[in-house]
């Protein structure tokens, strides 16, 4: 299996960016379909971006389409997301994912291996 550790997180103002990092380690990296989540305080964990086992098809939620982009480097076993023009609303624990599954999926319950996560806050 593979093991799953997030980094990048931070606080940030309103309108700034932020790169998360996704490192895996224990099995070969470009064998998995990624993606990431995100969880805000009293709310459910939520789809964010995916991205296929080679790095050529990406999928977004609407509420971050145009402002943050997924990338993979499968050479260095890296996920990325880059969050540009943020917003208070995208404060959340932001959680990276792996499946066996081929494509991009936005369904949590295809995803059978998950990080712990990186706080992201943005004030206003």
């Known amino acids: 299996q593979v093991q799953l550790v997030e980094s990048g997180g931070g606080v940030v103002q309103a309108g700034g960016s932020l790169r998360l990092s996704c490192a895996a380690s224990?099995?070969?990296?470009?064998?998995?379909?990624m993606g990431w989540f995100r969880q805000a305080p009293g709310k459910e964990r939520e789809f964010v971006a995916a991205?296929?086992?080679?790095?050529?098809?990406?999928y977004y939620a609407d509420s971050v389409k145009e402002r943050f982009t997924v990338s993979r480097d499968n050479a260095k076993n890296t996920m990325y997301l880059q969050m540009n023009t943020l917003k208070p609303e995208d404060t959340a624990l932001y959680y990276c994912a792996g499946t066996w599954r081929s494509g991009t999926r936005s369904s949590q319950a295809d995803y059978a291996y998950w990080g712990q996560g990186t706080q992201v806050t943005v004030s206003s």
């Open positions: 991205i296929n086992r080679s790095g050529t098809s990406t």
């Open positions: 224990g099995r070969t990296f470009s064998d998995y379909a």
